[in-house]
T-cell receptor
Framework: GEDVEQSLFLSVREGDSSVINCTYTDSSSTYLYWYKQEPGAGLQLLTYIFSNMDMKQDQRLTVLLNKKDKHLSLRIADTQTGDSAIYFCALPKAGTALIFGKGTTLSVSS | NAGVTQTPKFRILKIGQSMTLQCTQDMNHNYMYWYRQDPGMGLKLIYYSVGAGITDKGEVPNGYNVSRSTTEDFPLRLELAAPSQTSVYFC?????????????FGSGTRLTVV
């Protein structure tokens, strides 16, 4: 299977919470990342979590890490139309570089 | 502070033509990367470099070449363009191998091979 897996689409209503999930195979990563890509743009680092943490909160964003299940999630509270984008889970692969999931397209309707 | 700059932003190539995608960064980062992004496929690593004079293959290097003569520049060369190389190409850089603070990405080059 893929090193990093994500569901491809998520659709929510404005004001609801969004939860984007990611599973991975390599458990040696020290940091795990979430990137955001808006249409026609490059990727921007949204947030990250250190592997010795279970949770990290940053304003409307909450990252949860379950190392036992190799599961990472990103929760966006009070989702806005401006949050519509593709969200990528990423982690370092030993000896090379960041590997990315295929991305989850978040669609927010008003 | 410009960050990572990629040129050109768009390009159409004919099959068999060659071109160089330019990437430069002004953050004095040692590590630089080239990825390609195809719809629904995420980002695939083409080549990366851990410093001037050192490059290595990523997951999908066939059909591409790179060089790293300076810390700032990391050009990607396509020698004989093929339709399979139609993609969006992203250059990125980081200050550490572990990418502790993530990568800084350029805005991308959208390449179409016809």
């Amino acid at each position: 299977g893929e090193d990093v897996e994500q569901s491809l689409f998520l659709s929510v209503r404005e004001g609801d919470s969004s939860v984007i999930n990611c599973t991975y195979t390599d458990s040696s990563s020290t940091y795990l990342y979430w990137y955001k890509q808006e249409p026609g743009a490059g990727l921007q680092l949204l947030t990250y979590i250190f592997s010795n943490m279970d949770m990290k909160q940053d304003q409307r964003l909450t990252v949860l890490l379950n190392k036992k299940d190799k599961h990472l999630s990103l929760r966006i509270a009070d989702t806005q139309t401006g949050d519509s984008a593709i969200y990528f889970c990423a982690l370092p692969k030993a000896g090379t570089a960041l590997i990315f999931g295929k991305g989850t397209t978040l669609s927010v309707s008003s | 502070n410009a960050g990572v700059t990629q040129t050109p932003k768009f390009r159409i190539l004919k099959i068999g033509q060659s071109m160089t995608l330019q990437c430069t960064q002004d953050m004095n980062h040692n590590y630089m990367y080239w990825y390609r992004q195809d719809p629904g496929m995420g980002l695939k690593l083409i080549y990366y470099s851990v410093g001037a004079g050192i490059t290595d293959k990523g997951e999908v290097p066939n059909g591409y070449n790179v060089s790293r003569s300076t810390t700032e520049d990391f050009p990607l060369r396509l020698e004989l363009a093929a339709p399979s190389q139609t993609s969006v190409y992203f250059c990125a850089s980081s200050s550490t191998a572990g990418a502790n603070y993530g990568y800084t990405f350029g805005s991308g080059t959208r390449l179409t091979v016809v």
